[in-house]
């Protein structure tokens, strides 16, 4: 985690506006993220001094040069005269590579170290002309060809890792709309990538002449931004302290900002302030600020004993509760078989080779089930996005022992399990003291059934005392198996791809029939390890085991479907007929959506007409029309969400008929704050339902 300090984070409004940035490695932050020790992270950060403390930057005169590993005088000669050395005599790339050479020799003879590079107001300070001449020569005549650009256009380029792409649709779309602020903030961003931080800080300058009030980006402040390129265009020029004052402003501004927070946590480490890197680094690796009091406690005190207990906060790697992000609505149920306990050495005997064989059978069981667990690559299923979503929601699952839900099941199933065991060496010492002791007191001669009669008692005492050790594990551990799956099953059911989805559940089959097969089944197999009659010619009666089917996990709570998809669309122009007119759908485990709406009633833009019809998987359907209003928030507020109401008639439908009709009104209302679309502050929904009678009964009082 803490390597991402060594990569400075700029922002662009396509970070916001579209989802395809997520798809790349340029970013990876998430509220699931798990948190180390802060001592070890400490240590961690301050090794990473060397490597990360380094600008990066183009010579502006040699654009072709790639960024230095920090502007280092002498790397820069070696470089230039490398690349001198490849030019011909006549070569017109001569004349600069030589200016600039000579530059940096005189730099050199005069004691410098760094070169220096001004900026803003200092003497010799770059012209924004100057700079939008730079990246044009830097992305070439192909690039120079490119015609307009999207917000998803550029965040498709960063995603694919290619700044230079993204460089050039943003020169085009400074080309269409040349006094627009905000393009110049995102191209300002890119260029700091492209290692021109030089450059960035000029065209940031221009930025702010143009002057008016930038757009929210998914309700982040536009100044945030800004100000966040900014202190990552003085990072890349190595200017630590002067890259603090506008990351701590973007902060102010917008403080779930946490690509702004990463770069002030590199600027504090490259000032030295390495206690002040590692807490702003801790909170910069989640989207959204918290507490870290408020995470869960994911180190157990002593390894390796499952349950014992947790280590000290501040000794320990933490994470957030798993309810924080994901929806666990849709967990399945898994109930473990009880298992037939001999009540006597007779019993065991007959039992132990059908525990024996249950053990084989689980083990082929498993196998069977890590197949297909592991059938599934995921390299070619998921694309990058989908990969991370897969690791965030599987780090969960593979840590579920640690959330509230499942914790104290968890630790007292291995208490009794380790009860057990603790048990057991006792009560079979005393059981062979019992058994010495009784051979000793037979008469001489004395015949087999008086041996047997021995070992039966001996054997019965020992059983008798194992046994309640035995099923108050098997109880503790169906409790836990249950409590786990329910947890786990619910967060696999918000993996989007129904593959993968399917091949986790598996593993997650697995894991609950391994604690049936494995210390349930062998708990059995220790009860009933008892030696054979003496009295060779008398028969053990047969006893069945009569063991109940284990449950699987083979149903899909999507059915086979993407876990959710949505699509809305409206018709935008007040030229066109049915203006304002708009459609959505959206498909879940649960149902499919569709709502036909309008939002021009009484000449209004928040007042509307609706028609919703709905559909579940189990074959009933919901037609619900009326009025609705909706109010959000505004633009420019470093928040999102707002307030809805719905008010009209329903009708019910199952596969016999008209089931119920009536009035519904329904009341919903979020708000989120932060730069992603998935950190929400509150988020409610009230529904009620009246049946024809009451219905009219309510529109009688109004």
Same mark, same amino acid.
């Given at each position: ?180 602020? %905000? ?180 083990? =082929? ?73 009784? %051979? ?221 009709? =009536? ?40």
């Amino acid at each position: 985690m803490t390597r991402r300090l060594t990569r400075p984070l700029a922002l662009t409004a396509t970070f916001f506006a579209s989802s395809a940035l997520a798809a790349g490695s340029w970013v990876s932050l998430s509220d699931q993220t798990i948190l180390g020790p802060e001592a070890a992270m400490r240590a961690q950060v301050a090794k990473l001094s060397g490597e990360a403390c380094k600008p990066a930057v183009r010579d502006f005169k040699t654009p072709g040069l790639a960024p230095t590993s920090g502007l280092n005088i002498d790397e820069v000669i070696r470089s230039l005269e490398k690349m001198l050395a490849t030019l011909a005599p006549g070569d017109p790339a001569r004349a600069g590579l030589e200016h600039s050479l000579k530059m940096a020799r005189e730099q050199k003879e005069k004691g410098t170290k760094v070169l220096p590079l001004p900026v803003r107001r200092e003497k010799g300070a770059m012209t924004f002309e100057t700079a939008l001449k730079t990246a044009e020569a830097l992305v070439g005549t192909p690039g120079r060809q490119a015609t307009g650009s999207t917000s998803s256009d550029v965040a498709a380029a960063l995603a694919a890792k290619s700044p230079k792409a993204a460089l050039a649709l943003l020169l085009a779309g400074h080309r269409a709309k040349p006094k627009d602020p %905000m393009t110049l903030v995102n191209l300002a961003g890119v260029l700091t990538l492209s290692g021109l931080p030089r450059e960035a800080i000029a065209v940031l300058d221009r930025a702010a002449e143009l002057g008016g009030t930038l757009p929210a980006p998914g309700g982040v402040p536009g100044q945030a931004v800004a100000l966040t390129n900014r202190g990552h265009a003085f990072l890349g020029l190595g200017r630590w302290s002067e890259a603090q004052a506008p990351l701590k402003q973007a902060l102010a501004l917008a403080p779930d900002l946490a690509e702004a927070r990463m770069n002030l946590s590199k600027a504090l480490l490259c000032s030295g302030d390495v206690a002040g890197a590692t807490r702003e680094l801790r909170v910069a690796l989640r989207r959204t600020v918290a507490p870290e009091n408020s995470d869960l406690i994911v180190t157990e005190d002593t390894p390796n004993t499952h349950g014992d207990d947790l280590k000290p906060r501040e000794q320990a790697s933490t994470r957030r509760a798993a309810r924080t992000l994901f929806d666990l609505s849709r967990g399945a149920t898994f109930d473990l078989p009880q298992l037939k306990l001999p009540r006597d050495r007779r019993e065991a005997i007959s039992m132990h080779g059908q525990y024996e064989a249950l053990e084989r059978k689980g083990e =082929g069981i498993l196998n069977g089930l890590h197949a297909r667990a592991t059938a599934v690559n995921l390299s070619q299923v998921l694309d990058p996005g989908e990969r991370r979503w897969f690791e965030l929601v599987n780090g969960v699952i593979t840590t579920s022992v640690f959330e509230p839900e499942v914790w104290p099941s968890y630790q007292s199933a291995y208490a009794a399990h380790y009860a057990l065991h603790k048990a057991f060496r006792p009560l079979s010492d005393e059981r062979n003291k019992t058994i010495e002791a009784g %051979m000793k007191a037979l008469p001489s001669p004395h015949t087999c059934a008086d041996v047997d009669r021995v070992y039966d008692d001996a054997y019965q005492t020992y059983m008798d005392a194992l046994r309640p050790y035995v099923k108050a594990q098997e109880q503790a551990m169906a409790r836990f198996v249950s409590a786990r799956v329910k947890f786990e099953t619910a967060l696999a059911a918000n993996l989007p791809d129904p593959k993968v989805r399917a091949a986790k559940r598996a593993a997650i089959e697995a894991s609950a029939k391994s604690s049936f097969y494995g210390p349930v089944v062998y708990a059995a197999v220790l009860l009933s390890d008892v030696p054979g009659l003496f009295c060779s010619g008398q028969k053990v009666q047969e006893v069945p085991l009569e063991l109940a089917e284990l449950p699987t996990l083979d149903a899909d709570p999507c059915g086979g479907l993407l876990s959710t998809m949505k699509m809305k669309s409206k018709v935008p122009s007040a030229a066109l007929k049915a203006s304002g007119l708009g459609l959505s759908w959206s498909l879940s485990c649960k149902k499919i959506d569709i709502e036909l709406s309008t939002s021009s009633l009484l000449g209004t833009d928040w007042l509307g007409g609706f028609a919703q019809a709905s559909l579940d998987w189990n074959g009933n359907a919901t037609i619900f029309t009326g009025v609705k209003a909706e109010f959000k928030l505004p633009k420019g507020v470093p928040a999102t969400g707002g307030l809805g109401a719905k008010e009209g008639l329903y009708i019910k439908f199952s596969r016999d008929g008209v089931q119920d009709a =009536g009035m519904r009104v329904e009341l919903k209302g979020s708000l989120g704050a932060g730069p992603d679309a998935s950190t929400g502050l509150w988020e409610g929904k009230i529904e009620q339902e009246f049946g024809i009678a009451a219905a009219v009964a309510y529109w009688r009082e109004r």
